[in-house]
């Protein structure tokens, strides 16, 4: 069975085609650059992907990291071992719509406020999907995080939450 990205299969859930045939993201594409490396829900090891020059990458966030988890406790871990918020300047269009500035000045309620509550946030769409980004300096990796549940749990830690990550896929950070 074919690995697909995280970034594919949101992508596709909000009807925007961002993955090449071979379910690479379009981003990802042009050699040298990385190969996605996903962790999904089916198994408990990191998924490897093969480029077409056969480059093979695998990776592992660390231990006490995986599925199923609150996003908050997710979260506190991943600043530990050294990940940082990386902001999308799209977000709130992502996130509330194209008419985004006109709906958050008449209704500023917690959805207008969620990209600053979690400047890691990149997108949501309906039924509680949505992808954060994180960055790690030291590694030279970028990682995209999806998570599924209600929104207002971002902060929650433990079995009170109701916000559980997905999912994610590590990639080497692009070269300036």
């Known amino acids: 069975m ?3 990205p995280l970034t594919c299969i949101f992508a596709l859930f909000m009807g925007a085609p ?3 045939a071979d379910n690479v993201p379009k981003s990802f594409t042009q050699e040298p650059q990385a190969v996605p490396v996903s962790h999904n829900a089916t198994d408990n090891q990191p998924a490897v992907s093969t480029t077409s020059s056969g480059t093979v990458r695998s990776t592992s966030l660390g231990s006490g990291l995986k599925e199923g988890m609150t996003y908050a406790d997710f979260h506190k871990a991943l600043l530990a071992q050294g990940w940082t918020p990386l902001a999308d300047k799209q977000c709130k269009a992502n996130v509330v719509g194209g008419d985004y500035k006109t709906l958050c000045a008449t209704h500023p309620d917690s959805t207008c406020k969620a ?3 979690v400047p890691e946030l990149s997108s949501c769409g309906s039924g509680g999907v949505c992808l954060t980004r994180f960055h790690n300096e030291r590694k030279s990796q970028n990682l995209e995080v999806g ?3 209600d929104t207002d749990d971002w902060s929650i830690n433990g079995g009170q ?3 559980l990550v997905t999912g994610w896929t ?3 950070a692009a070269s300036h």
Request: proline share 6%.
């Open 18 to 20: 961002a993955c090449n």
């Open 2 to 4: 074919k690995n697909i």
């Open 161 to 163: 939450s109701r916000i």
């Open 170 to 172: 590590v990639t080497p």
């Open 115 to 117: 990209c600053e509550v």
């Open 147 to 149: 998570t599924y549940g």
